[in-house]
């Protein structure tokens, strides 16, 4: 298909008994921002590095503008690469940093000094180009390295974890610059982070790693409302969904929230619910629960309000313009109520979703 | 116990002023955070705060006993860095009393400081256990325990929590938090973090290019921040800013094609240069209101609590709006703004807040 930039199919990579990609799959389309995102652990690392060309696979193909590169030379797969380390030369100066891959390629200086005003232009180091690394803040330092991952002229990119590590401040701008470049080049990015707030506000496709599989692929809207495994609730969110065991019994799931009426597709034995921190809101009423506050984290347009629910600790999100709310937090003990449906039932043992919540019992 | 006063605190390193002249009075038994960016100056001030480093010019009180010249062993200060400082090979109980057995405190008092400060910071069951077995985010609680079972009359933090892997990053602010209510210590507190500002303090001192720009409650200074500088530092977005081709003023009065209001400033109003308005003070709704200024959105992105953070275009003008989440999913290209008239904070040409 001429609109799939990338297309990984049945990827597989053992290390001994120990599987790490287990025939995983997803497609990255042109143009688009995609974004793979899991917990550490997942196999992250060697996805990047299975896909750049820097480890071999067992089995399964690496689909790159319609021609299988999966035992191609990772020289030849022309994909860019921005790694998760950013070590710069430091005997080079900005510009040469950036030019450094392009030079191993034997660019000549003609496309060199193109690519080099393109991407300073995009990440606004154009006053840098004549400094050395060590003349850098962090954040520049930064945008450098990307600017050296980005200086190669391709189609598709993969972009492993680069803004790990950066302040709130320096993130924020590299997000925006980073959507913005994606945007201008019209190109594939392919972004493997397990932050989910970094997920959250640069994807337009999502994909879930989760145990060497992608377990969901999606728009970022529907991967978010429609979680399709309790790896998915939980990779995708911020704060992290909150996760309760409990029990079936015919249409009735109960746990420390109390009883609440579910629709099931199917009926498993054992199953877990999961309900995003804004599905709580403060407040008695029907299907209220006496609940003890913890910490109130104060994110600025809102806090993360930790709670304790019978021995379970919860996470709930108040906005700061929220008054009321936060007037009865200042008292340790509170009313929580959940909006039914909120809380998705889970297979306990696939992780897949197999109800969602209807009412209060 | 003390408050700690700064009189014209200075300090140069070669040509570079890393701290200002600083004039501040830090407020016994509360905790004061300093926030800034790196380069700011705030662990500079700390270090002379706890005599690692000596000010060019200035004098600095603890209560009312000047200590400029006072080494840091008589400072009567307790300290906790970035890396957890633990004594390998012994317990946990063995590492919060060392300090005391030196100060000749009878067994009992031992015992009940070190159980007390156990018990806040959720270590009791850890207290028998070597500190080699456990998680860096327990030995920073030791090392927060130590300091306080001492019982200094000042307690210095510097980044505590920087260097903590995530997972243990949450249960430390909130031992923190739950410690720094019950301590009547005076708290200092150094991080570049807006959240841990924002969840620690009683007051936050905003550092910039080695001053306090500003010192305040984190609710106000979130909410009515002095400068452009903290209402773009503090928030994730930082506060929009509007450019001065988007104002007219006339008179008292100022209008904008940004909102649909006349606000009038008063004697104010001559200088109002930008205004700012933080992306949740924008009110977003898909379909046409009367008064509305229509915008297009040019990104759609989620953030915490599943919000969404729209880009926004009026004219040529961008803007970050916050929105609820069912908003955020319904809008299509087309939205139409409002914003409170409270939500605005004008600003002159220097960035200092009217």
Redesign the interface.
């Known amino acids: 298909m001429a609109d799939l930039a990338l297309d990984v199919k049945g990827l597989s990579k053992s290390y001994g008994n120990k599987v790490v990609l287990d025939n995983l799959s997803f497609t990255a389309a042109t143009n688009d921002f995609s974004v793979i995102c899991g917990k550490p652990g997942n196999g992250k690392s060697v996805l990047v590095r299975t896909i750049m060309g820097l480890e071999t696979v067992d089995a399964g193909s690496i689909i790159v503008r319609g021609k299988d590169v999966a035992k191609v030379s990772a020289g030849e797969r022309n994909i860019g690469y921005v790694p998760q380390s950013f070590a710069l030369y430091p005997h080079y100066s900005v510009q040469e940093n950036i030019e450094y891959p392009l030079t191993l390629s034997k660019a000549t200086a003609a496309t060199k000094k193109e690519a080099v005003e393109r991407v300073a232009e995009l990440l606004r180091i154009k006053d840098l180009l004549g400094k050395k690394p060590e003349q850098l803040s962090g954040g520049q330092k930064q945008r450098v390295a990307i600017a050296r991952g980005l200086a190669k002229t391709t189609d598709v990119y993969v972009l492993d974890d680069p803004l790990v590590g950066l302040d709130f401040k320096l993130r924020e701008r590299l997000i925006d610059d980073l959507r913005k470049t994606q945007e201008e080049l019209k190109v594939s990015f392919v972004y493997l982070t397990s932050d989910p707030l970094e997920a959250l506000s640069l994807a337009r496709t999502v994909m879930i790693l989760a145990q060497g599989k992608i377990v969901q692929q999606d728009s970022l809207d529907v991967v978010y409302d429609l979680p399709n495994s309790i790896a998915s609730m939980n990779s995708l969110g911020f704060p992290e969904a909150n996760i309760l065991p409990g029990e079936l019994s015919g249409t009735t799931f109960t746990s420390v929230l109390g009883s609440t009426k579910v629709k099931m597709d199917s009926n498993p034995t054992n199953v877990v619910a999961g309900i995003r921190p804004e599905g709580f809101f403060i407040g008695s009423g029907a299907g209220s629960i006496d609940a003890k506050v913890g910490l109130l984290e104060n994110l600025g347009s809102e806090f993360a309000v930790y709670f304790n629910i019978k021995n379970s600790d919860l996470v709930t999100v108040i906005s700061r313009t929220d008054n009321e709310s936060l007037a009865k937090l200042k008292s340790k003990n509170v009313s929580i109520n959940y909006k039914p449906d909120a809380l998705v039932i889970f297979d306990a043992q696939s992780g897949k979703r197999v109800g969602q919540g209807v009412s209060h019992v | 116990m003390y408050d700690i006063r700064l009189e014209g605190v200075t300090k140069k390193f070669g040509d570079f002023t890393a701290v200002n002249n600083i004039n501040f009075t830090i407020p016994k038994s509360s905790v004061t955070v300093l926030l800034g ?2 380069g700011c100056g705030k662990t500079t001030l700390m270090r002379m705060i706890a005599g690692l480093e000596s000010p060019t010019n200035g004098k600095i009180f603890f209560g009312e006993h000047e200590v400029t010249n006072v080494p840091t062993r008589r400072r009567n200060i307790g300290m906790v860095f970035q890396y957890p400082v633990i004594y390998r090979g012994t317990s946990v109980r063995k590492n919060l009393e060392l300090p005391l057995l030196s100060e000749k405190l009878s067994k009992a008092e031992i015992d009940k400081r070190v159980d007390e400060v156990a018990e806040i910071l959720d270590l009791k069951d850890v207290l028998k256990r070597f500190v080699e077995e456990l998680d860096n985010g327990t030995r920073q609680k030791i090392a927060v325990a130590r300091e306080v079972a001492r019982q200094p009359r000042i307690i210095l933090f510097d980044e505590p929590i920087t260097n903590i892997d995530l997972t243990s990053k ?1 249960e430390l ?2 031992s923190m ?1 739950e410690l720094f209510g019950r301590l009547k210590q005076t708290i200092v507190y150094v991080t ?4 841990e500002a ?2 620690l303090a009683d007051q936050i001192a905003l550092m910039q290019d080695g001053v306090i720009t500003q010192s305040d409650s ?2 106000e200074i ?1 909410d009515k921040p002095n400068s452009q500088f903290a209402g ?7 506060m929009n800013f509007v450019p001065p081709e988007f104002i007219k003023v006339s008179g008292t009065k100022i209008t904008s094609p940004l909102f649909s209001q006349t606000i009038d400033l008063g004697s104010k109003a001559a200088s109002a240069d930008t205004f700012g308005v ?3 003070g924008i009110s977003v709704s898909g379909t046409e209101e009367k008064g509305a200024v229509q915008a297009r959105v040019t ?1 759609k ?7 969404y ?1 729209l880009d926004l275009a009026v004219g040529s003008l961008l803007i970050k709006a ?1 929105v609820s ?1 069912s908003v955020g ?1 319904s809008v299509q290209n087309s939205v139409w703004t409002t914003i409170a008239s409270e939500n605005i904070t004008f600003f002159d040409k220097s960035g200092t807040a009217l």
């Open positions: 960016p790196s949450l602010k909130r938090k570049h973090d807006q959240t924002m969840t984190p609710k979130y773009w530092f503090l928030g994730n977005p930082g933080r992306a949740e990104r992105a989620l953030g915490a609590g599943g919000q953070l916050r989440h999913r």
